[in-house]
């Protein structure tokens, strides 16, 4: 595709629901990111893979928090037993090569209620 | 620990004015530095810095890094409302082999007409 897409677009799911957050990258990019984006601030890393392997999830701030990309394309996101601090938007990124610049998609924006 | 710091956090402006932007770093395996414009959406992509002294330039956005003082700048000149926009400043900190960015929390740019 042309640039890296992310869906949903928007997701509202109440305190303790599970969701899954699906990010498409740009064809041919080997590295993938997700970053987590609170209101007024920076996003912030919480995950790499370079192709299928997860080589840094340093940044994934519960064990609720879980990452895969079976494949080496497309990447889930999946956040186990929400809560109300998960809410943000979680943007996706993806790079042709190590140390390329990061393209990002859109973004999921989550609303935990 | 990893920081960026970015300044202004907000900047009010007229049509044709120009604007400096500023990002300080204190980070560990430096690699580059990136700027990134992000209005409703997805950061978009516009420079990546890895040598000291060298102008990157495109239109009437340009920036510049010193990697001995920790900084780089983003000048936009004869600014439009077009411009007006959260600006972001992110630095590529490569340790264990990550490709993760390190985000600072941004800039926001209005251009008033």
């Known amino acids: 595709g042309a640039g890296v897409s992310q869906s949903p677009r928007y997701k509202v799911a109440k305190r303790g629901q599970d969701v899954a957050l699906r990010c498409d990258p740009i064809?041919?990019?080997?590295?993938l990111f997700w970053y987590q984006q609170a209101l007024g601030q920076g996003p912030e890393f919480l995950t790499y893979?370079?192709?299928?392997?997860?080589?840094?999830k340093s940044g994934l701030p519960s064990d609720r928090f879980f990452a895969e990309r079976p494949e080496g394309s497309v990447s889930t996101l999946k956040i186990q037993r929400t809560q109300q601090e998960d809410s943000a938007v979680y943007l996706c990124a993806s790079s042709l090569w190590a140390f390329y610049e990061q393209y990002f998609g859109p973004g999921t924006r989550l609303t935990v209620t | 620990e990893d920081k960026v710091v970015q300044s202004p956090l907000s900047l009010v402006v007229h049509e044709g004015d120009t604007v400096t932007l500023n990002c300080s770093y204190e980070v560990t395996n430096f690699r580059s530095l990136l700027w990134y414009k992000q209005e409703k959406k997805a950061p978009t992509f516009l420079f990546m810095l890895?040598?000291?002294?060298i102008e990157k330039k495109s239109g009437r956005l340009s920036s510049i890094l010193d990697k001995k003082e920790l900084f780089s700048i983003l000048n936009i000149t004869a600014t439009q409302t077009g411009d007006s926009a959260i600006y972001l400043c992110a630095v590529e900190a490569g340790q264990g082999g990550s490709e993760k960015l390190v985000f600072g929390k941004g800039t926001k740019l209005t251009v008033n007409p």
């Open positions: 064809s041919g990019h080997v590295s």
């Open positions: 890895t040598s000291s002294g």
């Open positions: 893979f370079q192709n299928e392997a997860q080589l840094d």
